[in-house]
């Protein structure tokens, strides 16, 4: 392949870093790097804790733990959203309960939340579908109103801000993934962001394993013993060496990929004012981080060519989500409320093209008249 969708960024300090873990001695999780990540989350987004995670994954299913979510429980969600999202929750025994999304910003869409709410319902999870917020202000208003717990899934929106506020610092809680794909990465990884500092102790139980071991490291106790559920959430200090040299650099990241996100966005102007394409909206009080640029044409079948013609030269454009709610698990495990025909619609239009620093602004041209070749034809 000519030019890939994603190629993980590498800053050039992060065997700098993975050799000073190597040298302190400490290769399991929690150590001297892993605290940084952490305390680097909590001055970023303005959290009252983060803990790094093996995967954002991981971060979600810590969520629904601590979200107490038991059988029966009903989670609101968006079906545009990876799998992660949905299935954190159905391991728990809970329902997700799919409704549609904005056309605008495809976003999980706040007007349908009311009517998907029920005596069962626990939690409401916003997606940041590429890094562009969810209408938080609405979305917590509702959950107050019906005393129900926000997990913002924020695994696309890191440095991403809704009304001057990051992202990740409305819900009471929230994830971030660290995967490659991602703007800021250590291959696999993930963060989750607690808002409420009465859940912190116990995330930090659920995290190691459901024993008080951070609380015996802090000299708290004078031993660690088992006192509630968890699993094996940490990542190893390499990885979050790994992190914490992409986190160093976040700044510069982010400047790289606007810069060639607003290449992409003005070369589709013209198209999109003739009605060829639609470009992503970004409502005025949203601030996104890049995390990635992505066209809706006018058909499925207009997609198909695109994809075939730019494959055919070399550029690896890819399509998104499949639908959660009309799979075959979630036919099994969830209910929808409502036709979800945005979700339908745009997940059998939508394109998104390569994305990732390196690019060379003739290839970005290049794709794009590709395409746009296609969709004139």
Same mark, same amino acid.
């Given at each position: 392949? *000519?030019?890939?969708?994603?190629?993980?960024?590498?800053?050039?300090?992060?065997?700098?870093?993975?050799?000073?873990?190597?040298?302190?001695?400490?290769?399991?999780?929690?150590?001297?790097?892993?605290?940084?990540?952490?305390?680097?989350?909590?001055?970023?987004?303005?959290?009252?804790?983060?803990?790094?995670?093996?995967?954002?994954?991981?971060?979600?299913?810590?969520?629904?733990?601590?979200?107490?979510?038991?059988?029966?429980?009903?989670?609101?969600?968006?079906s545009?959203?990876?799998?992660?999202?949905?299935?954190?929750?159905?391991?728990?025994?809970?329902?997700?309960?799919?409704?549609d999304?904005?056309?605008?910003?495809?976003?999980?869409?706040?007007?349908?939340? *009311?009517?998907?709410?029920? *005596?069962?319902?626990?939690?409401?999870?916003?997606?940041?579908?590429?890094?562009?917020?969810?209408?938080?202000?609405?979305?917590?208003?509702?959950?107050?109103?019906?005393?129900?717990?926000?997990?913002?899934?924020?695994?696309?929106?890191?440095?991403?801000?809704?009304?001057?506020?990051?992202?990740?610092?409305?819900?009471?809680?929230?994830?971030?993934?660290?995967?490659?794909?991602?703007n800021?990465?250590?291959?696999?990884?993930?963060?989750?962001?607690?808002?409420d500092?009465?859940?912190?102790e116990?995330?930090?139980?659920?995290?190691?394993?459901?024993?008080?071991?951070?609380?015996?490291?802090?000299?708290?106790?004078?031993?660690?013993?088992?006192?509630?559920?968890?699993?094996?959430?940490?990542?190893?200090?390499?990885?979050?060496?790994?992190?914490?040299?992409?986190?160093?650099?976040?700044?510069?990241?982010?400047?790289?990929?606007?810069?060639?996100?607003?290449q992409?966005?003005?070369?589709f102007?013209?198209?999109?004012?003739?009605?060829?394409?639609?470009?992503?909206?970004?409502?005025?009080?949203?601030?996104?981080?890049?995390?990635?640029?992505?066209?809706?044409?006018?058909?499925?079948?207009?997609?198909?060519?695109?994809?075939?013609?730019?494959?055919?030269?070399?550029?690896?454009?890819?399509?998104h989500?499949?639908?959660?709610?009309?799979?075959?698990?979630?036919?099994?495990?969830?209910?929808?409320?409502?036709?979800?025909?945005?979700?339908?619609?745009?997940?059998?239009?939508?394109?998104?093209?390569?994305?990732?620093?390196?690019?060379?602004?003739?290839?970005?041209?290049?794709?794009?008249?590709?395409?746009?070749?296609?969709?004139?034809?």
């Amino acid at each position: 392949m *000519k030019i890939p969708f994603n190629r993980p960024y590498i800053t050039g300090k992060e065997t700098k870093y993975i050799s000073q873990a190597v040298k302190f001695g400490q290769l399991s999780g929690d150590g001297f790097f892993t605290k940084k990540c952490n305390q680097w989350l909590v001055n970023k987004i303005g959290c009252q804790g983060a803990l790094l995670t093996h995967s954002g994954t991981a971060a979600l299913e810590m969520a629904a733990i601590l979200a107490d979510i038991r059988p029966g429980d009903e989670v609101i969600m968006p079906s545009f959203t990876f799998t992660s999202t949905a299935n954190a929750f159905v391991l728990r025994g809970a329902i997700p309960v799919f409704i549609d999304i904005r056309p605008d910003t495809l976003n999980l869409d706040e007007r349908q939340l *009311k009517k998907a709410i029920t *005596k069962k319902t626990k939690a409401i999870v916003p997606v940041h579908y590429a890094g562009i917020g969810c209408e938080m202000e609405t979305i917590m208003k509702i959950a107050k109103e019906y005393n129900l717990l926000v997990i913002e899934d924020a695994a696309h929106a890191l440095s991403s801000m809704y009304n001057n506020k990051p992202l990740g610092s409305f819900g009471h809680f929230a994830i971030i993934s660290f995967h490659e794909t991602k703007n800021i990465h250590c291959g696999e990884g993930g963060a989750l962001l607690i808002n409420d500092k009465n859940y912190m102790e116990r995330a930090e139980i659920i995290r190691e394993k459901g024993t008080n071991r951070s609380k015996f490291f802090r000299g708290e106790v004078n031993k660690y013993s088992w006192v509630d559920i968890g699993s094996s959430f940490l990542p190893s200090e390499i990885n979050a060496a790994f992190l914490w040299a992409q986190m160093t650099s976040e700044y510069l990241i982010r400047s790289s990929r606007l810069d060639i996100w607003e290449q992409y966005h003005a070369m589709f102007k013209e198209p999109e004012a003739d009605r060829i394409l639609r470009r992503p909206v970004i409502p005025r009080n949203c601030r996104h981080n890049a995390h990635m640029y992505y066209i809706l044409v006018a058909t499925h079948r207009k997609r198909a060519l695109v994809l075939k013609h730019l494959r055919d030269k070399g550029y690896q454009a890819i399509f998104h989500y499949v639908p959660l709610h009309n799979s075959k698990a979630g036919l099994k495990f969830s209910r929808s409320v409502g036709k979800l025909s945005n979700t339908l619609d745009i997940s059998k239009r939508i394109i998104r093209l390569p994305l990732w620093i390196g690019l060379r602004k003739k290839e970005i041209r290049k794709m794009a008249d590709l395409a746009l070749m296609t969709l004139e034809q």
